[in-house]
Nanobody, 121 residues
Framework: QVQLVESGGGLVQPGGSLRLSCAASGIIFSMYTAGWYRQAPGKQRELVADITSGRMTKYGDSVKGRFTISRDNAKNTVYLQMNSLKPEDTAVYYC???????????????WGQGTQVTVSS
């Protein structure tokens, strides 16, 4: 059974920092692209950042220079370090692990339950 369990969310003041963690089980984590998405009330889910199995990273425009994604394959964990947080970063943050399909193997796409991040004074 595949599980992605997020932790580290909470309430933080503007300008503060938080570190999210997502621990994966039931998959060969090192073979997956791992990422963080977020969804604010009334808005669509959007990519925050992802990191491939080869450690190539991609960031959403609104978080570039403030957030850093990393992974520890030995711990089956992906992290999101969030600095200089703004009220507009308030959202539920979801962990994602995905593998693209190949000619012989289907694709996979797994999600965590989400963790709330609230940036407010």
């Amino acid at each position: 059974q595949v599980q992605l369990v997020e932790s580290g969310g909470g309430l933080v003041q503007p300008g503060g920092s938080l570190r999210l963690s997502c621990a994966a089980s039931g998959i060969i984590f090192s073979m997956y692209t791992a990422g963080w998405y977020r969804q604010a009330p009334g808005k669509q889910r959007e990519l925050v950042a992802d990191i491939t199995s080869g450690r190539m990273t991609k960031y959403g425009d609104s978080v570039k220079g403030r957030f850093t994604i990393s992974r520890d394959n030995a711990k089956n964990t992906v992290y999101l370090q969030m600095n200089s947080l703004k009220p507009e970063d308030t959202a539920v943050y979801y962990c994602n692990a995905k593998r693209s399909p190949t000619p012989t193997v289907r694709g996979y796409d797994y999600w965590g339950q989400g963790t709330q991040v609230t940036v407010s004074s």
